[in-house]
């Protein structure tokens, strides 16, 4: 598992879909499941498969993601 891993901030995600498209291990999905997904598709990312590069952070438009230390 990686050592940082992103957090989304869902009060402000717009549902671009950019850390979607820039995630190099497609660890990142658009889900209907978060409880918030009553308007939009928001992200969830699979801590299993998340290497910790950053990128969809990096990349995100609306500064919503940001890397923490994994649990």
């Given at each position: 598992?990686?050592?940082?891993?992103?957090?989304?901030?869902?009060?402000?995600?717009?549902?671009?879909?950019?850390?979607?498209?820039?995630?190099?291990?497609?660890?990142?999905?658009?889900?209907?499941?978060?409880?918030?997904?009553f308007?939009?598709?928001?992200?969830?990312?699979?801590?299993?498969?998340?290497?910790?590069?950053?990128?969809?952070?990096?990349?995100?438009?609306?500064?919503?993601?940001?890397?923490?230390?994994?649990?």
């Amino acid at each position: 598992m990686a050592k940082k891993l992103p957090a989304f901030r869902y009060e402000e995600c717009v549902s671009c879909s950019v850390c979607v498209q820039t995630c190099p291990v497609s660890c990142i999905e658009l889900s209907e499941n978060h409880p918030a997904a009553f308007k939009n598709l928001y992200p969830e990312a699979d801590p299993e498969r998340c290497t910790g590069c950053g990128l969809c952070a990096k990349n995100c438009p609306m500064g919503t993601i940001v890397m923490e230390d994994a649990v």
